[in-house]
């Protein structure tokens, strides 16, 4: 049984597909944490309408740095969590945290890195250079997370085409639907020990039919 945290700043869409996901693999992992960083935002209105249990780390509550660090960092050993998944989340995760989690971190970010990655890059922001680029393709990439924005080791890619008539806001949406197939894919990889390392570079160990 693996212990997960989700890390989400939003409206918490993966969040919830990632919940449902544990309930149907609920032998193999359990959601025992939600960290964010707004009080109100979608997800912690699930968490509390699901009884998941949340904590709020920002700067409003922990005007320190360090003191949001130690927050979180107490909350993942309290929950004795095993592996964390960011979900939305627009906050630097803290380096502790990072170290304490090498290569236990997943984030899924809405196109194909390393093209429109980095700092800044997220939600409408990357949808939007897709578009002013006017790539031929974009999609989804997910990866481990270490010390620098969208750089960590990438485990798996899927790309879809972008239309002639696509704008920012149709292009997210059928992004959102892939982040949501594709999130949860890797992590049925995960708990069923087909992620393995060759050097340092994760790789799928046997492609199967969710």
Same mark, same amino acid.
């Given at each position: 049984m693996f212990n997960f945290c989700i890390f989400a700043s939003g409206a918490g869409s993966n969040f919830i597909e990632i919940y449902r996901f544990s309930k149907k693999n609920s032998n193999k992992m359990k959601i025992n944490l939600l960290v964010s960083d707004k009080v109100d935002c979608g997800a912690v209105k699930y968490a509390k309408k699901n009884e998941i249990d949340y904590i709020i780390v920002n700067v409003n509550l922990f005007p320190n740095a360090k003191d949001q660090e130690t927050r979180i960092i107490e909350s993942l050993k309290f929950y004795k969590i095993n592996y964390i998944v960011l979900a939305g989340y627009i906050k630097k995760? %803290?380096? $502790?945290?990072?170290?304490?989690? $090498?290569? !236990?971190? &997943?984030?899924? =970010? %809405?196109? &194909? &890195? %390393? !093209?429109?990655?980095? $700092?800044?890059?997220?939600?409408?922001?990357? =949808?939007?250079?897709v578009i002013q680029s006017k790539e031929s393709k974009t999609g989804v990439t997910i990866h481990f997370v270490n010390k620098d924005y969208d750089k960590g080791p990438i485990i798996y890619q899927e790309e879809i085409p972008v239309y002639a008539n696509d704008n920012a806001e149709k292009l997210s949406k059928r992004v959102l639907r892939l982040e949501h197939k594709t999130y949860k894919k890797i992590i049925s990889y995960l708990i069923n020990d087909k992620i393995i390392w060759n050097g340092n570079k994760p790789e799928i160990r046997k492609i199967y039919n969710d």
């Open positions: 995760v %803290p380096i $502790k945290v990072i170290n304490d989690f $090498k290569n !236990k971190i &997943l984030n899924i =970010h %809405p196109s &194909l &890195l %390393p !093209k429109f990655g980095g $700092k800044g890059f997220y939600g409408m922001n990357v =949808h939007n250079a």
